[in-house]
Nanobody, 121 residues
Framework: QVQLAESGGGSVQAGGSLRLSCAASGRIFRFHDMGWYRQAPGKQRELGAV???????NYADSVKGRFTISRDNAKNTVYLQMNSLKPEDTGVYYCNARPPGSSWSQPAGSWGQGTQVTVSS
């Protein structure tokens, strides 16, 4: 099982940027598909972005064009660059790891502890 630790959250004004990082343990990191979820207060956890083991990516419509997910397999780290932030981006952001080929239709797999992002208007 992959262990994950997120960092980089904080408070910014609307229109600002943040870069989240997720450090993963284990030599098998590069074989895993990685994702970032967001959980707003009182809402369910929702998937924002996925990067597969082959480097291809997929984004939710709500973040497409503003967020970029990337990975550095040499550093066992996945990143989420968030630009043009909106108040509705506020929430706890969780890193997620799954074996390659897993479905992303439901929350599952390994999780970090989360990092808070607050965007003020």
């Amino acid at each position: 099982q992959v262990q994950l630790a997120e960092s980089g959250g904080g408070s910014v004004q609307a229109g600002g940027s943040l870069r989240l990082s997720c450090a993963a343990s284990g030599r098998i990191f590069r074989f895993h598909d990685m994702g970032w979820y967001r959980q707003a207060p009182g809402k369910q956890r929702e998937l924002g972005a996925v990067i597969y083991s082959d480097g291809s990516t997929n984004y939710a419509d709500s973040v497409k064009g503003r967020f970029t997910i990337s990975r550095d397999n040499a550093k066992n780290t996945v990143y989420l660059q968030m630009n043009s932030l909106k108040p509705e981006d506020t929430g706890v952001y969780y890193c997620n790891a799954r074996p390659p080929g897993s479905s992303w239709s439901q929350p599952a797999g390994s999780w970090g502890q989360g990092t808070q992002v607050t965007v003020s208007s």
